[in-house]
C-alpha cells in the first residue's frame, strides 16, 4: 500500500521460461555445459522493477526463510526457486531434498528432476525421521571429506579437484 504507482508497474504474470530463458531440453543442456566448475547456486524468481530477481544462496544466504499467511503462494515460490536452479544448473552441481510438510504435493512437479535425491513428505513419518539421519550423515560426510584435502568448504573442495554437488534442503511447511 505503500508503494508508488511507478514501483507497482509490475506484470500480472510472468511464466518461468521468460523468468529463467528457454527449458526445451537443449536450452537447458546448453547452460548446464556453460556452468563454471563450482558456480554460485542463484535462483532467478521473478522480474521486480529494476529486472530479474535472483537470489544467490552464497552471497544471500545459505539459509532463507520465506514466510506468508495460507494463499500468499510459498509453495508456488518454492517450486520456481526449485525449478530455476535446475534449468541453469546440472544434477552434478546442485541436488535438491525437498521436504513437504502438506502431504507431498508441493513439490510433485520437482520429485522427477534428476536433481532431486530425495523427497519426504508428512504422510510417512518414519521416512522423515529416516530424512533427517540420511542429512546428519552426509554432512558428516562431507565435512570428513573437506577435511581430507584441507578445504574449508565446497568451494575449496572443488578448488582441489573434488567433485561433489551442492546440496539445497528446500521445507515446504516447516513450522509443522
Not at 507497482?8 to 529463467?20: E, I, S
Not at 535472483?54 to 514466510?67: R, T
Not at 518454492?78 to 521436504?99: D, K
Not at 573434488?162 to 534442503?169: D, E
Request: proline share 7%; aromatic share 8%; net charge negative.
Amino acid at each position: 500500500p505503500d508503494a508508488s504507482a511507478t514501483a507497482v508497474d509490475l506484470p500480472a504474470y510472468v511464466p518461468l521460461p521468460a523468468v529463467t530463458g528457454s527449458v526445451t531440453a537443449d536450452a537447458v543442456l546448453e547452460r548446464w555445459e556453460a556452468a563454471s566448475v563450482d558456480p554460485n547456486p542463484v535462483a532467478t524468481l521473478g522480474i521486480g522493477p529494476m529486472g530479474p530477481f535472483e537470489v544467490d544462496l552464497v552471497k544471500d544466504g545459505p539459509h532463507a526463510l520465506l514466510a506468508g499467511t495460507t494463499g500468499a503462494g510459498k509453495s508456488e515460490f518454492l517450486r520456481s526457486f526449485v525449478l530455476s536452479m535446475a534449468t541453469r544448473f546440472s544434477p552434478e552441481t546442485v541436488n535438491f531434498v525437498l521436504v513437504d510438510y502438506k502431504g507431498g504435493g508441493a513439490f510433485d512437479v520437482c520429485a522427477e528432476l534428476p536433481h532431486t535425491v530425495a523427497m519426504v513428505t508428512d504422510l510417512d513419518g518414519h521416512l522423515g525421521a529416516r530424512a533427517l539421519r540420511s542429512l546428519q550423515a552426509e554432512l558428516r560426510f562431507r565435512e570428513i571429506t573437506f577435511r581430507d584435502v584441507g578445504a574449508h568448504d565446497l568451494g575449496g573442495y572443488r578448488a582441489s579437484g573434488g567433485v561433489m554437488p551442492r546440496l539445497v534442503v528446500v521445507v515446504d511447511e516447516f513450522a509443522t
